[in-house]
């Protein structure tokens, strides 16, 4: 599979998103915050990963609009540095 969106939301553990990841063997894989209250954890998985075989190409703030409030969420973009092509 060569792109892969996983938006985590707080049941999202390490040893899930690793499983899933192992599943669908993506060459890109991009994680999104479910909400503000979920970056600290997206940052967490994507620093774990950018040390296990992914290079770290993107990382972008997403402004969302839900019920006139503003929410920040994070969007990171990962490439697999063993599928290189």
Known sequence: MPYLKITETKQHTLDKLKRIIHR????????????PGVNNLVLRHARYLSRNGWNREDIDIVTKYRQNNELNMISITLKNENNRG
């Open 24 to 35: 669908c063997r993506p060459d890109v894989l991009v994680l999104e915050s479910e909400g």
